[in-house]
């Protein structure tokens, strides 16, 4: 739960300091991703979700600050590591968001896919 907390947390300081923090949230995400046993699924799930859809729609949460119409290459990081973990954890609510963030990044569209193909594979659709 402290991980979740700071990669859900506003980051502190300037442009470079924000930078550093979205790179730290990528890391965290892969090294839950690489956790054998992930605790509190439905937390992570969540919290995710939110995150992306932060950056995605870039009007609220963390990226507040940053309203334009691009997406930094440090938010492609903090996607790319939460994408595989979706899959692996995810569930419908996971669908949902994955799909509609296929349409905002479509140059992810192939790890898109195969994280909706295992969540729909561990759902027996």
Do not use: Y
């Amino acid at each position: 739960t402290e991980i979740m907390e700071i990669i859900t947390g506003p980051p502190s300081g300037g442009r470079k300091t924000v930078v550093e923090h979205k790179k730290k949230i990528a890391n965290l995400i892969s090294a839950i991703n690489g956790m054998s046993d992930i605790p509190n699924t439905f937390r992570v799930e969540k919290d995710l979700i939110w995150l992306m859809e932060s950056i995605t729609e870039q009007e609220k949460g963390m990226l507040k600050i940053f309203k334009r119409g691009t997406i930094t290459d440090e938010d492609i990081g903090v996607i790319k590591a939460a994408v595989p973990l979706l899959g692996r954890i995810g569930t419908t609510a996971s669908e949902t968001a994955l799909n509609k963030m296929r349409r905002t990044v479509p140059h992810l569209a192939e790890e898109i896919d195969a994280a909706l193909k295992k969540i729909k594979t561990r759902d027996g659709q």
